[in-house]
């Protein structure tokens, strides 16, 4: 109340009226038990006066819980990287609650309708809550909705004679997650402290506003949680999966924020609508949809429905449950980001308002699924019956992931799929389809399977969005607006994975078994037999962590620079070599040890004699040493881009790193390191010419460098002088200052259409190339290079945004990896069509050699949100080889 007055006070001042009157009731005529506690006094302050702390969310919902134990259930469900409790807050009524895993397994009878008979399903029907699963701030800075969610819980059990209310507790059971980042809303916390005025001031700018590197939105290793939930690269996500298939919800919400200036959005999304959504679906989207704003028109507030929030993208914590046959709905309140935010229309926007209006919205969409139970039971039953019978009749009956030359990639994939609620069976002997045989080993995935429509977005090649949307694209684009997609258009697993995907169209019933949801690898541990000369890992991902984690406990590891046939096998490029001299006595066990933790194969030899190819004691053979790693933090890096980059190397493959700040950067002993990684950014004001000097003689000297996305833009500038290569305009130029490129020639003697003439004058003469959404091109691989090591002569690489590289020259150094011909090009996803014609043959990987040292450049993100597998090991192969070679 005293923040309303004061923000009210402060608009006046600045010349817009506004009429004084007192703040909004949450909810007007709501009558409160009085048994149960409320936040203010528990925590010692009200609902919407202060950002509650996520330990004081803990301390809040215990209270609640124990003022209400028979109608409440409070579990952590996950552990964040710093430290802090994940909770689920489980509401409904006593009779309920005290059979709760009764009520779930229920629940998980009607996910899985096949073999139910219909009476039973009937049964099950008509006894089932509906499940309404409300999360809150996936992004920490957005924190309206995590006080939202306190305020849902406390109205939940201590309203009496509520209508609603009872019929939530009566046909609902609601599950809260009050805060999905606690890393992120700690951090934009603590920030938000430290810039506070002594009394809030709305002034957008003000440093309580105004988040420094990297903002609260992102958990510790800096990633977008909403786009991680087929990912599932972090525990956040992992633990929510976890609650999703525990529950099955019928109807989900994602509360977040938005703009300040913003109404409240609501669903339905706006097009493109990922395909696989089911007209009962949509349906649900309108009934919600109009619920909302029948609440919203009642208490006279904006909002707006169908724009900006698309629902296409897979790993949304609204789409993600939605291919699991619930109701998947995102909800936006303009944020505050602080306590009051002045708006442009002169109106001062609360803290409280947003806790106001996401409060609302969420009790509104609980009793409304209350009051449609049946019809929203009945609808998520027919979605998983509906889904096995498309699978049934559809052209694609099994997908088949066939282990190749890599069989740690389809591993890790199966992995991905079980934990993800798919079903996945392992082939134990070999399979026939069509004229190819695939030995044992190969996972075998279903269409015909209640989780069918997930299936298929992850593992099609390609999703189509709405034709009729992309000429809509096309015509803005014309006009220089921006496009309206809003995520990547293109994330197929086996593509990013590179694991090869055979369809069959019709069952197939080799002898298989079911991978489990906790899959670890393909084969159990065995012990390795003594070897008189030594062993080998096969490069590829799980041989490249196994790697890191050999030479990091001190084992010597060798890396072979070509290939070669030994026994009768031939082995790839990168092959690591461990001998039996020169490492501990204990090494067989050790490396069994070490095989069964990253899914490596390993093969002892006892003769080193190749039969062609390159010897083991070649010349050409680089030793791997641990590399100290150094990595820049902080701006200008890209948060996404250092995040992504530094969760690789910490967590997928356990490198230790040095995350030093940029502005510190003129500081370090590059001495001390083997390896520096910028990732993305434009480092043209933070690294001056004496760190650049410094820089280059310790390249010189043996160090290497890697550069990601916009640093390679960067790298590439004559002003750095580290990348032989050129950043390309729109018209295939290149990039360079505007004084040494040719300037449009005006022919006076064209006949010319009026319109035509026009047309012309007003294209810029200088223009980079239009962003691409985000999609998945084909490229061609250099496989006589250690850069390339573990993959073969194809692969997919994600690219994003306007960079274009020209080839990098042979006198300066090797495009390891380039962009496919045109009419393989585009793997899967949208790519703007002159965009196509201006990225083929382009460079993707380079690298040029200086002095004893490496400059490695990478056009665009390796890491992209953690699931880029094979890219992944093209970079990583950057940071373990490159000292190495
Ligand atoms: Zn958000």
Redesign the pocket.
Known sequence: MRIVLLALALVATAASPSLAQTPEPFWPGAQYDTKIPTLEQVVGHASGDKVTTPEQIATYLRALAQAAPDRTRLTEYARTWEGRPLWLFVVGSAERIAKLDHVKADIKRLADPRGLAPAEVTRLVASAPVVVWLVH???GN?ISSGDAALLEAYHLLAARGDAGVDAVLRDALVLIDPMQNPDGRARFIFQNLQGQAAAPDPAPYNAEHDEPWPGG?SNHYLFDM?RDWFAQTQPETRGRIQIALDYFPHVNV?L???GGNNSYYFAPPADPLNPHYTKAQIAGFELFGRANAARFDERGWAYYVREVYDGFYPGYGDSWPMLHGSIGM?Y?QPSARALSFARTDGTVMTFRDGVLHHFNAAITTAITAARNRERLVRDFVDYRRSAVAEGEQGAVREYVLVPGHDPSRADALARNLATQGIEVRRAESALTIGTRTIPAGAYLVSNAQPAGRLVRNLLDLDTKQDAAFIARQEERRKRRQADQIYDITGWSLPLVYDVEVVTSPAAITAQASRVPADYAAASPARALAAARVGYLVPWGVAAAALTADAVTQGLRVHSVGGTFTLGGRSYPIGTALVRTAGNPADLAARLSALAATHGAEVVPIDSAYVESGTSLGSNATGFVKAPRVLLAWDAPTSTLSAGWTRWVLERRFGQAVTAVRTASLSRVDFSRYDVVVLPSGNYAGQIGDGVLTRLKDWIRLGGTLVTLADATRWASTAAAGLLDTNALLKDGRPDVPATTGPAAKVDAKTPDPADLAYDKAIQPDRERPDAQPGALLRATVDTDHWLSAGSDAETQVVIEGSRVFAPIKLNAGRNVVYYAPKPSLVASGLIWPEGQDLLVRKAYLMHQPMGQGHVIGFAEEPTYRGYTEATMLLFMNAVLLGPAY
Do not use: F, L, M
């Open positions: 701030g996936v992004h957005e939105r909403n994602d977040h924020e938005q995102t936006e």
